[in-house]
């Protein structure tokens, strides 16, 4: 484990299969007494800025990010239109973790059910932002959907829209139309899964706007449950992260203007100090990355911490 008295950068647990990802350490913890595997997700404190991992922790971003992940699957399991896999958050559910390990873990993992991942990101907008602004401004649509004229950035649009994207192992995801999306998932599949992204986009942004936030877009991803042999079956979850600042746009409601970026909730504070040290030549936006002066660190993660203040008290 590499640490600093309140952050962990990364995991080194016992499990085999393990991945590491931009932010979070994956585990696989084998099927026991019949029952299925399942996946140990630890949300790290490390974040990355133009498909870079920075070299400097942001001390508690993964405590928050899980917080607030968390509550929006209790929330959503009360919507009650589709599981999802989160089993539990507790380091002493997690089979033969030993408890010498409970620290790097305790307020940043979830423990889910094993899947197979569908391998489309299923990402509704509600507002033009983004790379879907750069379509528009360009062909009038987003993902191959018409949208009126005269939009500006960061515009709310006439009604949520869903707009999938390949799941990209190193880089940018690509966004895609439905009809291609389609022909990696399965037409049925793609249109019960639109319309479960579609229902909660739409009553998490109610929910949110109620407490002073904008929740311009996000994506959501699912699977397919595993049986205990590490079958697929045809049990559709929400997995993965949901709703977060790092997966979802988050803006101030008291500062929303239309026509110019908002600030947010996630880690464009990076980003846009990052945009300065490229500015005066000092980063070329390749590995590796700079280290983050105290003032960056302290003020990102004060924003994570303030969404989910915001949101959940």
């Not at 423990?111 to 879907?132: K, T």
Request: charged share 30%; with cysteine.
């Amino acid at each position: 484990m590499n640490t600093t008295e309140t952050s962990v950068y990364e995991t080194q647990l016992p499990f085999e299969g393990r991945r590491q990802g931009k932010v979070r350490d994956i585990y696989q913890i084998p099927a026991q007494n019949g029952e299925a595997g399942m996946v140990l997700i630890i949300a790290s404190d490390r974040i990355s800025a133009f498909d870079v991992v920075m070299p400097t922790a942001v001390s508690g971003k993964g405590q928050e990010l899980t917080r607030i992940s968390t509550k929006w699957f209790d929330f959503i399991r009360d919507l009650n239109i589709i599981d999802d896999h989160l089993i539990s958050t507790n380091p002493e559910d997690v089979p033969g973790l030993d408890a010498s390990l409970y620290e790097q873990c305790e307020g940043r993992m979830m423990l889910g059910r094993a899947c197979e991942v569908i391998p489309v990101e299923f990402v509704v907008r509600g507002y033009l932002a983004g790379s879907g602004w750069k379509e528009y401004q360009n062909d009038g649509t987003v993902c191959g959907i018409a949208l009126p004229d005269g939009l500006k950035l960061s515009s709310k649009l006439p009604e949520p829209i869903f707009t999938p994207a390949t799941k990209a192992v190193e880089g940018h995801d690509e966004n895609i139309d439905f009809d291609t999306a389609c022909k990696v998932a399965g037409k049925d599949v793609m249109e019960r899964l639109r319309s479960v992204a579609l229902e909660i986009y739409t009553k998490a942004a109610e929910y949110a706007a109620e407490r002073g936030i904008i929740l311009a877009d996000t994506k959501f991803e699912f699977g397919y449950a595993l049986d205990a042999d590490g079958n697929k079956t045809d049990e559709l979850l929400l997995i993965d992260e949901v709703l977060t600042p790092d997966s979802s746009r988050f803006w101030p409601a008291d500062d929303y203007e239309i026509g110019r970026e908002q600030d947010s909730f996630d880690k464009q504070y990076v980003r846009n100090w990052l945009e300065t040290i490229v500015t005066s030549g000092d980063w070329d936006k390749t590995p590796p990355g700079p280290e983050l002066p105290t003032e960056i660190v302290d003020g990102t993660v004060a924003r994570y911490r303030e969404a989910a203040t915001r949101l959940f008290n």
